[in-house]
């Protein structure tokens, strides 16, 4: 019998909920025009929805100054519950200056769209320097998170927040599945034990070795590539999709498996988002979560395994969801087959190393990543949407 017959308990123990209800919004759409506005860029829009959703429990909003700053430096929320990304709303000064601690703020989204509302508790100012090297670890602008941080404004609104309505997708409609509906899908399928797994990246070899090693000790498999912003040069969020669902197609029992989009944009934080991706999962419903080689990393700002290190940290049951720990995975030219240092008795010289670093590489130059790299498949769409695009 399952610990969790309800499912694993949300972070902080309830599933949020922030989309308004029909009268709520009528009455907002009612204010529309007379209520200040602040427009959302892709990430700020991408946490309001996550917010909303319950993705991000137990938050209720942006994240006031007490929060922010426990969050920053303890990887705390300010009840000592586990947190460790800021969730922020920042703008201009001359954008915070007119709007009064009280009232609610129209939110825009990207194209100017009214969707969410703000009731303002709070606006501060805070230290860019310390948010950065803390969270990020370096204080250089071209780590992508840090630019972030960097470019964007001085001040800090607060306060909780609500969703007018919950949008499809515009790409991918059939794959989004919320946490209050794959909590629902898991108990359909009987489902006891999930586990999650994040990617930005193409699916190669190395993922599916770990993500198949994974499932044979849990009922269930959560693919949950993320779908939100990400850097310029990586792959878009379509192709890696549509690479999933390739082989998933093939390579994979497709009852035991399901694939989801997350909606949350990409920090580059390392250690700190790999707790963070954790805890995202275990709203989804999901009882363990896949941390392998570099989690979240970008360039060499983070070590090798700085991100299962940082597991160890945590009080376990405080986090509330198991981290499966997994070694970098190669190709073994010795075995044949897909292999870490733990299983493997081949010199480094029998090893092809995987990644969506050479991946990507590889593709620019107008070459099929080998089999032993990536399923012929999935190499052969990569190659076709690196030629258009190109």
């Known amino acids: 019998m399952s610990i969790y017959p309800d499912g694993i308990p949300a972070h902080g123990g309830q599933l949020i909920d922030r989309l308004a209800t029909p009268e709520e919004k009528q009455e907002y759409l009612q204010q529309a025009e007379t209520l200040p506005r602040v427009q959302l860029d892709e990430r700020a829009f991408s946490d309001l929805v996550l917010i909303a959703i319950g993705g991000f429990s137990p938050l209720t909003g942006f994240m006031e100054q007490k929060d922010y700053e426990s969050v920053v430096s303890d990887m705390h929320l300010a009840n000592g519950l586990p947190w460790t990304i800021p969730i922020t709303l920042s703008v201009s000064k001359?954008?915070?200056?007119?709007?009064?601690?009280g009232s609610w703020i129209r939110l825009d989204d990207p194209s100017g769209r009214f969707v969410g509302i703000l009731e303002l508790t709070q606006k501060y100012q805070y230290n860019k320097t310390h948010?950065?090297?803390?969270?990020?670890?370096?204080?250089?602008?071209?780590?992508?998170?840090?630019?972030?941080?960097?470019?964007?404004?001085?001040?800090?609104l607060a306060g909780p927040i609500w969703l007018l309505q919950r949008d499809p997708h515009p790409l991918f409609p059939k794959y989004q599945i919320?946490?209050?509906?794959?909590?629902?899908l898991f108990q359909e399928k009987g489902w006891n034990t999930i586990v999650g797994f994040q990617t930005r990246n193409p699916v190669h070899r190395a993922h599916e070795y770990i993500q198949k090693c994974a499932l044979e000790t849990v009922d269930g498999l959560f693919l949950h590539p993320l779908v939100g912003a990400t850097k310029s040069d990586d792959i878009p969020a379509d192709v890696r999709m549509r690479?999933?669902?390739?082989i998933l197609e093939h390579y994979y029992p497709q009852e035991r498996v399901i694939l989801a989009i997350n909606p949350s944009a990409m920090r580059y934080a390392g250690p700190r988002e790999a707790i963070f991706h954790a805890l995202l999962r275990k709203n989804y419903g999901c009882t363990h979560?896949?941390?392998?080689r570099d989690h979240a990393g970008v360039g060499d700002y983070y070590g090798t395994y700085d991100a299962q290190k940082l597991f160890d940290e945590f009080d376990?049951?405080?986090?509330?969801i198991t981290p499966m720990k997994f070694e970098h995975a190669f190709y073994c030219k010795l075995t044949g087959g897909m292999a870490t240092a733990k299983t493997s008795p081949s010199a480094p010289e029998q090893r092809i190393h995987l990644s969506g670093t050479k991946v990507r590489a590889m593709l620019r130059d107008g070459k099929l990543p080998p089999p032993e790299f990536s399923r012929p498949e999935v190499a052969a769409e990569l190659a076709r949407a690196m030629q258009i695009e190109h």
């Open 316 to 320: 376990p049951d405080a986090l509330g």
């Open 131 to 156: 948010e950065v090297v803390n969270v990020y670890r370096t204080d250089e602008d071209k780590h992508p998170g840090v630019k972030v941080i960097y470019d964007q404004g001085d001040v800090n």
């Open 289 to 292: 979560f896949i941390v392998g």
């Open 178 to 184: 919320d946490p209050r509906a794959s909590r629902a």
């Open 94 to 101: 001359d954008v915070a200056d007119p709007l009064q601690e």
């Open 243 to 246: 690479c999933y669902e390739i």
